[in-house]
Nanobody, 121 residues
Framework: QVQLVESGGGLVQAGGSLRLSCAAS????????MGWFRQAAGKEREFVAA????????YYADSVKDRFTISRDNTKNTVYLQMNSLKPDDTAVYYC??????????????WGQGTQVTVSS
């Protein structure tokens, strides 16, 4: 069992930045790829970014490419999402997930509770 706890969400103006963190309570953190997903009000949960087990492989949704950066620190059992040049359309609850390296929501085995990000115009 893996427990994931996100933090770092909040209210920011358009053009600003936030860094989300997701701490995992497992001794086998490096065995999991990690993903970030988001869900805006009234919409389905969508893929944002994923990172491989060793932190070398990454990929992003087109909507966040060149603005967001996913990274991980396996010594701290933590994955990060650096979000720059934020837009009102980025407003959503952001979730981290652990599982295989995938952009598919259904592939991930474990999920955090989410953290709210609100971008004002």
């Amino acid at each position: 069992q893996v427990q994931l706890v996100e933090s770092g969400g909040g209210l920011v103006q358009a053009g600003g930045s936030l860094r989300l963190s997701c701490a995992a309570s497992t001794r086998s953190f490096s065995n999991y790829a990690m993903g970030w997903f988001r869900q805006a009000a009234g919409k389905e949960r969508e893929f944002v970014a994923a990172i491989g087990r060793n932190g070398i492989s990454t990929y992003y949704a087109d909507s966040v490419k060149d603005r967001f950066t996913i990274s991980r620190d396996n010594t701290k059992n933590t994955v990060y999402l650096q979000m720059n040049s934020l837009k009102p359309d980025d407003t959503a609850v952001y979730y981290c997930a652990a599982g295989p390296y995938s952009g598919s929501r259904s592939a991930y085995d474990y999920w955090g509770q989410g953290t709210q990000v609100t971008v004002s115009s």
